[in-house]
Nanobody
């Protein structure tokens, strides 16, 4: 069992930055690949990016590549999403998720555990 809790969301102007954190409680956080997803009102949940359990590989959606960076600190049971050059279309609820496999999946149904989400709003 793994419990995930996101934080760091808020309201920011276009061009600004935010850093989201996701802290895990439970055993063996380091064995999970971690993903970040987001969901805007009226839209499906979409993959933002992911990181392998070791942190040696990351993968990003084209829409955020070059602007967002995922990292993790297994000693702190925490994964981060650094978001720079934010755009209004980045607005949504951001979720972290854990997948008990090595590879990074873009499919939400591949993930075993989810956090409650944190709201990110980017004003124009």
């Amino acid at each position: 069992q793994l419990q995930l809790l996101e934080s760091g969301g808020g309201l920011v102007q276009a061009g600004g930055s935010l850093r989201l954190s996701c802290v895990a409680a439970g055993r063996a956080f380091s064995r999970y690949a971690m993903g970040w997803f987001r969901q805007a009102p009226g839209k499906e949940r979409e993959f933002v990016g992911g990181i392998t359990w070791s942190g040696d590989t990351t993968n990003y959606a084209d829409s955020v590549k070059g602007r967002f960076t995922i990292s993790r600190d297994n000693a702190k049971n925490t994964v981060y999403l650094q978001m720079n050059s934010l755009k209004p279309e980045d607005t949504g609820v951001y979720y972290c998720a854990a997948d008990d496999h090595y590879r990074i999946s873009r499919a939400p149904n591949e993930y075993d555990y989810w956090g409650q989400g944190t709201q990110v709003t980017v004003s124009s």
